[in-house]
């Protein structure tokens, strides 16, 4: 009998180990490309530990202004697409921990690889639909409508 119970707090603590892993991954969707970059990929759970100390981050989103707008981000960033990672290097500070950020991380997984070549410090990369399913709030712009055309001023009577 003490052997069954001490199998069943075994299992136990075998399974809530697995499910507090599981909590801090993201998992992969079933149309999603593997992950194949060296930076890790945050999690909502472990993103949100490094937001307990905004001081020492910076973001860096990688997506078009459309994606932003779109999707939604987090509310204080560096837009640098990712195309135009290269020549943006000196104005990215190297004193800051970066989390990159794109839609599904994949972009942002790129650039951090990148960045971390070049001697920045990467703390990992974000995905903002990844952040959000995992119950995380992410922040929407509503994009200002279009200003009206100006209309011509009369012509000046004769």
């Known amino acids: 009998m003490k052997t069954l ?3 069943f707090v075994f299992a136990v603590l075998l399974l809530s180990t697995s499910f ?3 909590a801090d991954t993201v998992a992969p969707k079933a149309d ?3 992950w194949t970059y060296k930076t890790q990929r945050l999690s909502r759970v472990q993103l949100d530990k490094l937001l307990g ?3 020492k981050l910076l973001f860096i989103d990688v997506r078009r202004p459309d994606e932003v707008s779109k999707v939604g981000g987090f509310p204080i960033y560096l837009s640098v697409q990712a195309k ?3 020549e943006s290097l000196d104005y990215i500070p190297k004193g800051r921990t970066i989390v990159t950020v794109s839609n599904r991380a ?3 997984g790129a ?3 990148f960045l971390s070549a070049h001697g920045y410090k990467v703390a990992g990369a974000v995905g903002t639909k990844d952040y959000e399913e995992q119950g ?3 922040t929407r712009i509503a994009v200002p409508a279009p200003k009206p055309a100006a209309t011509p001023a009369p012509a000046a009577a004769k």
Do not use: C, M, N, Y
């Open 106 to 108: 994949h972009r942002a």
């Open 53 to 55: 100390h905004p001081e």
């Open 5 to 7: 119970k001490k199998l």
């Open 32 to 34: 999603e490309q593997p």
């Open 84 to 86: 135009s990672i290269e």
């Open 20 to 22: 507090a892993f599981a």
């Open 111 to 113: 650039v951090a690889d």
């Open 136 to 138: 995380g709030t992410v």
